[in-house]
């Protein structure tokens, strides 16, 4: 049993910025980590995951303002959140899994995801 703890998000403005963190209960090393999101009447989405040699990927809508990185030492997830845009509006959630394939594509490895340890869940509003 993996527990997932996420910092306070937070509300900016458009072109803002914001770092999510997310801290678990054991060492992360070994795990795939990443973060989805969820908006009011929408299915939850990824948004990034990093596997266990630290390669990353993210969702089309948010590469190249996105950063998803992890601190084993600390066992702490982050995503920094760069030119924030209103439609990146919702609730977001760090997820951990034992692995994650991600030579398997993108979809795969999020609903590998999907099946591991959830944090809380963490408000993130950016007005316009």
């Known amino acids: 049993q993996v527990q997932l703890v996420e910092s306070v998000g937070g509300s900016v403005q458009t072109g803002g910025s914001l770092k999510l963190s997310c801290t678990a209960s054991?060492?992360?090393?070994?795990?795939?980590m990443g973060w989805f999101r969820q908006s009011p009447g929408k299915e939850r989405e990824g948004v990034a995951l990093i596997v266990s040699d630290g390669s990353t990927s993210y969702a089309d809508s948010v590469k190249g303002r996105f950063t998803i990185s992890k601190d084993n030492n600390k066992n702490t997830l982050f995503l920094q959140m760069d030119s924030l845009k209103p439609e990146d509006t919702a609730m977001y959630y760090c997820?951990?899994?034992?692995?994650?394939?991600?030579?398997?594509?993108?979809?795969?490895?999020?609903?590998?995801?999907?099946?591991?340890?959830w944090g809380q869940g963490t408000q993130v509003t950016v007005s316009s």
């Open positions: 054991t060492y992360t090393g070994p795990y795939c």
């Open positions: 997820a951990a899994a034992i692995k994650c394939h991600l030579d398997y594509g993108l979809i795969t490895s999020f609903q590998e995801l999907k099946t591991g340890w």
